[in-house]
């Protein structure tokens, strides 16, 4: 889908570390992406054709030698004289609103070829092009942005399925771990990419997931109803773009197969039950070991349009660094609590997109993170 620049937006120095998550109800798809204001330069193609019709009347004017057309026609005398005296009347103008109609026309083709052409993947683009992403943009953005053309704020979680199984997790006030100090924590953790074939407890997900993305604070009004929701990994502007898939292999109590976390009830939503998860992601993980082996397999998806929304053009470089503010929330929990964690980027684009069953346009994974418990050295 061909976007205007006015769908994207920067991490605000106010708001920052926090994530706005206001009960509204989705509009649109499931991901909350409505109808979106199309751009000033494909709506150009369409009115230009219109704006010619229209002041065709002063164009035979403008152009007398257009008057000649009907001249060229071999009718003169007799029963045609009064066919083309209407002819003569009108040729000028019909000529000319073809033309521009012709011309309208193209534009419009033009465009749509350009929308058509083959997004280039990265190796196809300049280096210095790739470093732009993360570069800070020195102009305003704030007047690109969907934000503030007042166009509807996407949600911070997708929509819950009618009739999805959903599994209650472990409550915050209930789980007895994660104990270690901070400064342990940051100097003891590794890399771990090598596990037994231990199961990990419901709570020790419970806690990872409340640490990476779980909510940590509610804000309401006078009236009671949520303003905004705090949630444990910094986001820019509240935005929180990413969704938390989880390929479980060996969680007590919980069947194999593909589940959603959803921070606002901190609970897991069925996707699917497959007894075949672990294989298929690792086929699709370039057969890694580590992912084949881990007990659970945390998938970060980004939904773009939820930073695009506020911060237009500055959305993605703000994206990717979030995605590393929760998965080192997840090393540094994992650590507090004995289990080992291994981020990854090894992996086949669509076919991870396809296993999850996001459309790889307006969500898409971004990161993943093996969980187990570790070998011993």
């Not at 106010?14 to 991901?31: F, M, Y």
């Not at 503010?325 to 540094?332: A, Q, S």
């Not at 980027?345 to 971004?366: C, K, M």
Request: proline share 7%; aromatic share 6%; with cysteine.
């Amino acid at each position: 889908m061909a976007r205007s620049r006015g769908r994207h937006a920067p991490c605000a120095s106010s708001g920052s570390e926090h994530q706005r998550c206001e009960d509204k109800p989705a509009q649109g798809n499931a991901l909350g992406i409505g109808e979106r204001k199309k751009s000033p330069e494909r709506a150009a193609h369409i009115i230009a054709p219109l704006q010619g019709l229209i002041c065709l009347h002063t164009l035979p004017r403008a152009l007398p030698w257009a008057g000649l057309l009907p001249g060229l026609w071999p009718w003169s005398t007799g029963a045609t004289a009064k066919c083309v005296t209407s002819f003569r009347q009108f040729a000028p103008r019909a000529a000319v609103a073809l033309i521009a109609l012709a011309a309208g026309l193209s534009g419009c083709n033009s465009q749509e070829q350009r929308e058509a052409e083959k997004i280039r993947e990265l190796n196809e683009i300049p280096i210095p092009q790739l470093r732009v992403l993360i570069k800070g943009f020195p102009g305003e953005w704030r007047p690109d942005s969907d934000r503030h053309h007042e166009q509807p704020e996407p949600p911070a979680e997708k929509a819950i399925p009618a009739g999805a199984k959903r599994i209650a997790l472990v409550p915050l006030a209930e789980i007895h771990l994660g104990d270690m100090a901070v400064r342990e924590a940051i100097a003891a953790h590794r890399s771990v990419r090598d596990f037994t074939d231990a199961a990990l407890s419901l709570e020790e997900l419970s806690f990872m997931l409340w640490a990476t993305q779980g909510v940590t604070g509610v804000q309401r009004d006078e009236a009671g109803a949520v303003v905004q929701r705090f949630r444990a990994a910094p986001s820019a502007g509240g935005r929180y773009p990413l969704e938390t898939y989880l390929a479980i292999s060996r969680v007590n109590g919980i069947a194999p197969g593909l589940y959603r976390y959803l921070p606002n009830d901190h609970e897991l939503l069925l996707v699917r039950e497959d007894a075949q998860i672990s294989s298929k992601l690792q086929a699709a993980c370039y057969a890694t070991p580590s992912v084949g082996g881990a007990a659970v397999v945390f998938i970060w998806a980004a939904v773009p349009y939820r930073t695009e929304w506020k911060y237009t053009y500055l959305a993605h470089r703000m994206i990717a660094m979030e995605a590393g503010h929760v998965c080192e929330n997840l090393y540094l929990a994992a650590e507090s609590c004995g289990v080992g964690a291994c981020a990854l980027l090894s992996y086949h684009q669509p076919q991870v997109d396809a296993l999850l069953g996001v459309d790889g346009q307006e969500e898409f994974v971004i990161y993943l993170a093996c969980v187990g418990k570790p070998k011993s050295d």
